[in-house]
């Protein structure tokens, strides 16, 4: 059964620092990975996909990279801002739906 | 439309009751997704819909939960003789095809069962 955890479970930082979320995955037989954004009362946001065989994919300040064989994926956030605060979910896609981490709770302090 | 659209956005009912969720997704997707989040959980899993169909609904935690998507469009989760433990957000996502495809979710339906 395919189990997807995330660490840090919150972060809290002064705005300017560059960040690294983590996300680790039990089975590597994954279609995909995505990380999501959800803001307080409100849905997800998907921020990146990343295919199961690309390395990494980037946006603007994020870039996500992802490693099929160890399990691992990384979210790097560069020159943080408070308007970044927000919990942060990592995904898995699998058969036919996602598999949730339980989130990172990330709040960037002016 | 814009987005995906749940309604209503909150609902309060009491133990026992029957309860209606609508999720009206992006137009033209064929996939859609129910999903249900606990208070600092992660999202899990319920039901998915590739037209009007159930394609997978490993994730329905018992018979009390029903989902129908009668036209390949609009879906209604329902649930039956609802418990407190039913308390919680309910997800709706769509996708343009399913399979990987980007999900884009709605804001949600906060059900509390009193």
Do not use: M
């Amino acid at each position: 059964k395919q189990e997807v955890t995330q660490i840090p479970a919150a972060l809290s930082v002064p705005e300017g620092e560059n960040l690294v979320l983590n996300c680790s995955f039990t089975d590597s037989a994954i279609y995909n990975l995505q990380w999501f954004r959800q803001d307080p009362g409100k849905g997800l946001t998907s921020l990146l996909l990343i295919q199961s065989s690309q390395r990494e994919q980037t946006s603007g300040r994020l870039n996500a990279s992802l490693d099929k064989s160890s399990g691992r994926s990384t979210l790097y956030i560069a020159a943080s801002q408070p308007g970044d605060s927000a919990t942060y979910l990592c995904a898995v896609f699998g058969t036919d739906k996602l598999i949730f981490g339980t989130g990172t709770r990330l709040q960037v302090f002016p | 439309g814009a987005g995906v659209s749940q309604t209503p956005s909150n609902k309060v009912t009491e133990k026992g009751k029957y309860v209606e969720l609508r999720c009206d997704p992006i137009s033209g997707h064929t996939a859609l997704y129910w999903y249900r989040q606990s208070l600092g959980q992660g999202p899990e899993f319920l039901i998915y819909f590739q037209g009007t169909g159930a394609a997978d609904d490993s994730g329905l935690p018992n018979d009390r939960f029903f989902a129908v998507r009668p036209e390949g469009s609009v879906s209604t989760l329902k649930i039956q003789r609802t418990e407190r433990g039913d308390s919680a957000v309910y997800l709706c996502a769509s996708s343009s095809s399913g399979r990987g495809n980007i999900q884009y979710f709605g804001a949600g339906t906060r059900l509390s069962v009193l």
